[in-house]
Structures are given as structure tokens and as C-alpha cells.
């Protein structure tokens, strides 16, 4: 497959905001984006999927609880089943937690003030689809925004995801929210499934963000579906 | 028709900065003696009589609460 023929589909819930700066970061890596819509029974044969960040469905009830439910996730769920690259960015994180695609759940912010600023992060694991562009140990500055991203799991899990690797992301110099550990962003078992907090898609381009650091991610997905 | 409650709470180890936050703005309206608050939810649901308790356990479990987080109660209450 060539880079344009990569097809990356970015899923647009009522109540999302950065679906655009996905779609033109998956553009400004090289791929093709693809919208999606909350409705969509099918995924119009996208090569993988973003869930974006937002308020879907206005955080009502609980962040992402009601959007798990709309008839686009539910192919989200088998396709990432079946090994699909799925990247959740903010509520696209609180998206993946409450559908049951990566552990544990985000919880508002220990300060209760929501946070809008740009933040260092590690690199903890450059082996997933979505970091492989990246040197582990690695820091990157990126855009965070939330007000609800403190990362919360049991501590049999929270053992787990360090055991395997599977912490992607951590905040380094100072904890915006609390969480857990200062996990920033974790992946699933295959790290093919990749949530993270924090906006990539808003560091793609020092014109328009703080420094293009967010690109890699999205090279990274690429790279694998070229490959592949 | 019946009536469901189904009060949804913090558990108990996991942070609550909201009802510390009510906590701690009592003493500066003048009430003393409260030493913590807990915020959750309540939910009343009007049911069919043929809802089963099964039933409301998987509403509340799946989709009300989030289990992680989260526990939840579920009681009939007369309407």
C-alpha cells in the first residue's frame, strides 16, 4: 500500500471539536482521511480509525458513556477485535476505556480545574503502531486541554500495563491531572489500540501548535499500514 | 408501573475532589463538624412491572455506573 492509499477514517460524535485537526494531521502525514459519522454502521473501509476529542454526546452521564454506544463504535470494537489501528485522542481516550478497548477510566482532574496547556511528555514505549517514529525516552511537547483526565485503574492493572509495556506516554515535570503513575497514554495488548490524554493532532505544525512532536504518531500508524 | 432508584457513588478508594471540594467549602459558610463528603448520583427510573431485577442490574452496571470506578444500588421504591 502506498502512504496516499492509506485510508484513516476520524469519527466525528455530536459534541466533537478536533475531528478537523485529525483528519488534516492524517493529511499532513501522507494518508488519506476519511470522515466518519457517530451513525455509520460501517467503517467505509477505513485502514484504521481516530477517535477524536471533544465533548461527545455533551459528557453526559459520564465522559464517552454514551457515545460506546453509537452504532460506529460497535464496528470499531470488531475491527480493532480483528487488529484494526485505533487511536483515541482526549474524550477518543475516555471513549476507549468506557467501550472496553484499553483498561481503566478517566476521572475528573484531582485539582478540578480543567487544564489548557502545553505539556512535556516521555516516550515509555516506542513498539506500538502509534510510536514507532518516536526514540524511547524521548520528550515531547504537546497541547493538553481536560478537564476530566485523571487516569484511574486498579493497581493489579496499573502493575500490568507497566510489566507489559504498555505505558505509552508519561508525564514528565509536573502531573497535570493526577493520574495514576502520570500515565499520559497507554495501548492494548497487541499495541495496536493507542489512547492518550494529551493532542497530538495539535502538534503538528510549529505555525499552528507548539512544535510538530504530535506528527510522529501519525507517521507511526503509516508506516506500519504501508508496510503491511 | 414501578419506580427504581439507583444511586450511583465513588467507591470508596477512589478520589473524590468533588466532594472534597463541597467538604471543604462548608466550614467557610459556618458549618462545622462535617469531616467528609462523598458526591454520586441518583437516578429514578420509571419501570414497566415486567423489568426483572436481573435487568436493572445490567442497566446499572453497564451503563449507569462504571464498575471501575463506581458502585451502584438498585432498590424499588413505592411511587
Known amino acids: 500500500m502506498s502512504a496516499a492509499g492509506a485510508r484513516i477514517g476520524v469519527i466525528t460524535f455530536p459534541g466533537s471539536l478536533d475531528d478537523g485537526d485529525a483528519r488534516r494531521a492524517v493529511r499532513r502525514a501522507g494518508a488519506s482521511d476519511v470522515a466518519l459519522w457517530h451513525g455509520d454502521a460501517d467503517l467505509h473501509g477505513v485502514d484504521a480509525v481516530i477517535v477524536p476529542g471533544g465533548f461527545s454526546y455533551g459528557d453526559y452521564l459520564r465522559c464517552g458513556a454514551i457515545a460506546k454506544f453509537a452504532p460506529v463504535m460497535t464496528e470499531v470494537v470488531r475491527a480493532a477485535d480483528r487488529g484494526m489501528p485505533v487511536l483515541g485522542v482526549c474524550n477518543g481516550f475516555q471513549v476507549l476505556c468506557e467501550a472496553g478497548l484499553l483498561p481503566g477510566v478517566l476521572t475528573r482532574n484531582s485539582g478540578l480545574h480543567y487544564v489548557c496547556r502545553d505539556q512535556w511528555l516521555r516516550v515509555e514505549n516506542n513498539t506500538s503502531t502509534w510510536t514507532t517514529r518516536y526514540e524511547a525516552g524521548a520528550d515531547l511537547l504537546v497541547p493538553i486541554k481536560h478537564g476530566e483526565g485523571r487516569y484511574v485503574a486498579e493497581e493489579p492493572v496499573l502493575d500490568r500495563l507497566e510489566g507489559e509495556g504498555r505505558v505509552l506516554f508519561r508525564y514528565v515535570e509536573d502531573n497535570p491531572n493526577g493520574s495514576r503513575r502520570d500515565i499520559a497514554g497507554i495501548t492494548d495488548e497487541r499495541g495496536r489500540v493507542a489512547g492518550l490524554m494529551p493532542h497530538p493532532e495539535h502538534a503538528i505544525d510549529p505555525l499552528t501548535g507548539p512544535t510538530d512532536d504530535g506528527l510522529g504518531m501519525f507517521l507511526s500508524a503509516l508506516d506500519s499500514l504501508v508496510a503491511a | ?79
Open chain 2, 1 to 79: 408501573m414501578a419506580r427504581v432508584v439507583v444511586d450511583v457513588m465513588p467507591k470508596q478508594e477512589i478520589l473524590d475532589p468533588q466532594g472534597q471540594a463541597v467538604a471543604n467549602a462548608l466550614p467557610r459558610q459556618g458549618f462545622e463538624g462535617v469531616s467528609q463528603v462523598r458526591q454520586g448520583k441518583r437516578f429514578e427510573l420509571e419501570v414497566d412491572e415486567n423489568v426483572d431485577d436481573d435487568t436493572l442490574a445490567r442497566i446499572a452496571e453497564n451503563f449507569l455506573a462504571n464498575p471501575v470506578i463506581e458502585d451502584w444500588a438498585v432498590r424499588r421504591v413505592e411511587s
